[in-house]
């Protein structure tokens, strides 16, 4: 059983910043990409960054140049750092990751979500 649990979610004023962190445990083999995906009210998940399991980072066009994504290989664990906040980031961030398993299967798991909340 793998399991991603995320922590580092609040209330935040527009402006500041936010770290994000997302911890796998359970039955792992190895981890391929990682990656962080937002939902907020009333639309789509949405891809917000994508880290591989060489480092290789991908964003989404509305946080670049605000948001870092990065990996501790050793701790199973994806960070997303959040800086110059904005309201339209408000929503549920949902980690996910491609897992191998120690029986040679891949799947892909998700976190449970954590809140991010800007104020403007």
């Given at each position: ?22 911890a796998a445990s359970g039955y792992i083999f190895s ?11 009333g639309k789509q998940r949405e891809l917000v960054a ?56 891949i799947a892909e798991y998700w976190g449970q979500g ?7």
């Amino acid at each position: 059983q793998v399991q991603l649990v995320e922590s580092g979610g609040g209330l935040v004023e527009a402006g500041g910043s936010l770290r994000l962190s997302c911890a796998a445990s359970g039955y792992i083999f190895s981890i391929n990409a990682m990656g962080w995906y937002r939902q907020a009210p009333g639309k789509q998940r949405e891809l917000v960054a994508r880290i591989s399991s060489g480092g290789t980072t991908n964003y989404a066009d509305s946080v670049k140049g605000r948001f870092t994504i990065s990996r501790d290989n050793a701790k199973n664990t994806v960070y997303l750092q959040m800086n110059s906040l904005k309201s339209e980031d408000t929503a549920v961030y949902y980690c996910n990751a491609d897992i191998w398993q120690h029986d040679l299967t891949i799947a892909e798991y998700w976190g449970q979500g954590t809140q991010v909340t800007v104020s403007s």
